[in-house]
């Protein structure tokens, strides 16, 4: 029997996928792909991209297939990355399950962007965010949208967790075949988003020992 969810139910509405509550389960999240996105491959795209046997769940693939790496390939603290537990029906289509990142008062962990605006970010978490883009470096993982609301912050654990934006935009990738064009993509990422964090960290007053910059290796 599908899972029933609601439109108004939905804690995250993306460029491909809502986001939902599990309706049994308070540690799992559900993301199914979303009209619009269904809508702007059906005007957007190619007729041969239409066709494809799986048209709409193509995001689906590209991110499923980083999770097989990060499980098959050895990979060291995987921690970083949102745990995938599975796939579900539901009345939405089909859906996976991840699990929820939360704080120790059991409510959603908060953004990495949020905790910049509410000025809660502190020297604790830019160091951590250093420890995950040293991780994003030595990794083969490939990361198309590394922002600030793609990050969470793992309070109970001490560690940030990337909750979106992982696996390439196209399938096949050169990313996904070649480690070093993937490692200067990334590192192209990173790059950007460090100055992002800065522009930001200035603008609401921050003063902390940042050291982005010590994170590149070129």
Same mark, same amino acid.
């Given at each position: 029997? @599908?899972?029933?969810?609601?439109?108004?139910?939905?804690?995250?509405?993306?460029?491909?996928?809502? $986001?939902?509550?599990?309706? /049994?389960? @308070?540690?799992?999240?559900?993301?199914?792909?979303?009209?619009?996105?269904?809508?702007?491959?059906?005007?957007?795209?190619?007729?041969?991209? +239409?066709?494809?046997?799986?048209?709409?769940?193509?995001?689906?693939?590209?991110?499923?297939?980083?999770?097989?790496?990060?499980?098959?390939?050895?990979? /060291?603290?995987?921690?970083? $990355?949102?745990?995938?537990?599975?796939?579900?029906?539901?009345?939405?289509?089909?859906?996976?399950?991840?699990?929820?990142?939360?704080?120790?008062?059991?409510?959603?962990?908060?953004?990495?962007?949020?905790?910049?605006?509410?000025?809660?970010?502190?020297?604790?978490?830019? @160091?951590?965010?250093?420890?995950?883009?040293?991780?994003?470096?030595?990794?083969?993982?490939?990361?198309?949208?590394? +922002?600030?609301?793609?990050?969470?912050?793992?309070?109970?654990?001490?560690?940030? $967790?990337?909750?979106?934006?992982?696996?390439? +935009?196209?399938?096949?990738?050169?990313?996904?075949?070649?480690?070093?064009?993937?490692?200067?993509?990334?590192?192209?990422?990173?790059?950007?988003?460090?100055?992002?964090?800065?522009? @930001?960290? /200035?603008?609401?007053?921050?003063?902390?020992?940042?050291?982005?910059?010590?994170?590149?290796?070129?």
């Amino acid at each position: 029997m @599908d899972l029933q969810l609601r439109l108004d139910q939905a804690i995250a509405n993306g460029n491909e996928r809502l $986001v939902f509550p599990h309706p /049994e389960s @308070d540690d799992l999240l559900i993301k199914v792909i979303s009209d619009r996105f269904r809508k702007r491959m059906d005007h957007k795209y190619s007729i041969s991209t +239409r066709l494809r046997r799986l048209t709409y769940y193509w995001p689906y693939m590209k991110e499923v297939s980083e999770h097989i790496y990060l499980r098959e390939g050895q990979v /060291e603290n995987t921690h970083f $990355v949102q745990d995938f537990k599975g796939f579900v029906d539901t009345n939405l289509g089909l859906g996976i399950t991840v699990k929820a990142v939360k704080k120790h008062n059991g409510e959603l962990a908060d953004t990495l962007s949020a905790l910049i605006s509410s000025k809660q970010f502190n020297q604790e978490h830019a @160091d951590r965010l250093n420890d995950l883009f040293k991780w994003l470096e030595r990794t083969f993982i490939v990361v198309r949208d590394l +922002r600030t609301v793609n990050i969470v912050w793992d309070e109970i654990n001490g560690h940030f $967790v990337i909750i979106d934006g992982i696996g390439s +935009r196209r399938l096949p990738s050169l990313r996904s075949v070649s480690r070093l064009y993937n490692q200067r993509a990334n590192r192209r990422r990173i790059t950007k988003l460090c100055q992002r964090l800065k522009n @930001d960290l /200035e603008s609401f007053g921050y003063n902390l020992n940042l050291n982005f910059s010590q994170t590149l290796h070129y």
